[in-house]
């Protein structure tokens, strides 16, 4: 295992393929697809992946992977940008960071209390309830710096600027949200990042990205990367990396394919438990769809609670949660703007609908590939 990253690629965040032709763009990969009839294939990290095993369990502990994680990102880069939710996810990597004893430059909490006027709206209750306070008691014991950014105005510009509906469509793959585009420029707004950036300093900022997403099929769970990630990188990114954009996803990464494999184990060698044993794992499981995986031998899916137990070890699950918008196409996250009467709503709005509409009349199906766990 490799102790420094191995891909500095803005490809390693996925990218849609057409035949010979490839684009970060989901809406240019449907454009092209129908003027050449042609399928399309999302390709995330297929060349590594398709090498890997992820049904073998491997010896090394989950918290020793975290670890090594870590150590990868903090020897890399010259300046890391931690970005802190005060969801289980993100809460996750900022405590296995401090675990590593790594170095921690910076953790970041975004909030839009500039255009939602209030702390409890569904834009920053999770953040004042858990995110900040968490990390003001964390900086005081652990000593490092702490921003909270209000990107309100950065959401305002960004859609201000991009005045047509069709210069938005190409920024947005899935999630069809104002803020999580401008998420991406951060690094055009933020003063004290674009000049570390400009003085030649190599500027990470990661991610706590979704937890793995396991389907079933014959059978079997498969691991399957769907192209949902511009949540916290889109298109724009990715068209910026030469120009020093360096972004990192904490667990679903090439860098370290064993983090997930150990991942996919824990969950398969959980499934294996036996029936004797009802008492103690029925809490991990629902009934409910879930893309945490599928226990077979009891009809159940593995809940978001259980995946969390079973992962995250520092989490505790009667923390204070929003939840997670139900849509990706009108975000609650984006409910301020929604509910207002700015000219930015209407702009915006149309970019929205003719994404849609592209996106409905292409009969485009996109194939993703699929590992067995």
Same mark, same amino acid.
């Given at each position: 295992m490799n102790s420094n990253i191995q891909i500095y690629s803005p490809d390693k965040f996925g990218f849609y393929e057409v035949g010979e032709y490839r684009t970060y763009s989901k809406i240019e990969a449907i454009e092209y697809a129908a003027k050449n009839k042609k399928d399309i294939h999302w390709n995330y990290n297929d060349e590594v992946f398709?090498?890997?095993?992820?049904?073998?369990?491997?010896? #090394?502990?989950? /918290?020793?992977?975290?670890?090594?994680?870590?150590?990868?990102?903090?020897?890399?880069?010259?300046y890391v940008v931690l970005f802190y939710s005060g969801g289980s996810d993100s809460h996750n990597m900022l405590?296995?960071?401090? /675990?590593?004893?790594?170095?921690l430059?910076?953790?970041a909490t975004l909030v839009s209390l500039e255009g939602a006027k209030v702390k409890d709206s569904y834009a920053n209750i999770e953040q004042y309830t858990?995110?900040?306070? %968490?990390?003001?008691?964390?900086s005081e014991k652990y000593k490092?710096?702490?921003?909270?950014?209000?990107?309100s105005k950065f959401i305002m510009d960004y859609i201000s600027t991009n005045d047509r509906h069709?210069? #938005?469509?190409?920024?947005? %793959?899935? /999630?069809?949200?104002? /803020?999580?585009?401008?998420?991406?420029?951060?690094?055009?707004?933020?003063?004290?990042?674009?000049?570390?950036? #400009?003085?030649?300093k190599k500027v990470c900022f990661l991610w706590g990205m979704e937890k793995l997403n396991i389907i079933n099929g014959g059978g079997n769970n498969y691991l399957k990367f769907a192209d949902r990630y511009d949540n916290v990188l889109s298109p724009i990114v990715q068209r910026n990396y030469n120009n020093g954009w360096y972004d990192e996803f904490?667990?679903?990464?090439?860098?370290l394919p064993e983090l997930m494999i150990k991942q996919c184990n824990i969950i398969k060698n959980f499934f294996k438990i036996k029936n004797t044993n009802l008492h103690s794992i029925l809490p991990y499981y629902q009934?409910?769809?879930?893309?945490?995986?599928? %226990?077979?031998?009891?009809?159940?899916?593995?809940?978001?609670?259980?995946y969390r137990k079973l992962m995250y070890p520092y989490w505790d699950l009667n923390t204070f949660s929003s939840g997670k918008s139900i849509s990706t196409l009108k975000s609650r996250l984006d409910n301020w703007i929604w509910d207002g009467n700015m000219i930015q709503k209407d702009i915006f709005l149309s970019s929205h609908d003719h994404f849609q509409i592209k996106t409905l009349n292409s009969h485009t199906l996109i194939s993703a590939n699929e590992y067995i766990i």
């Open positions: 398709s090498k890997v095993d992820f049904s073998k369990e491997i010896s #090394i502990s989950l /918290n020793e992977l975290y670890k090594l994680r870590c150590r990868q990102i903090r020897n890399s880069y010259d405590m296995q960071w401090i /675990n590593s004893d790594c170095k430059d910076e953790v858990v995110a900040i306070p %968490n990390i003001i008691t964390l490092f710096d702490y921003t909270v950014i209000d990107f069709e210069h #938005i469509l190409y920024d947005m %793959n899935f /999630n069809i949200s104002p /803020n999580n585009i401008a998420k991406s420029l951060l690094r055009h707004n933020v003063e004290k990042w674009k000049n570390l950036i #400009i003085s030649g904490f667990s679903i990464t090439p860098d009934q409910k769809y879930s893309s945490c995986g599928y %226990n077979r031998s009891l009809n159940l899916y593995l809940s978001d609670d259980g």
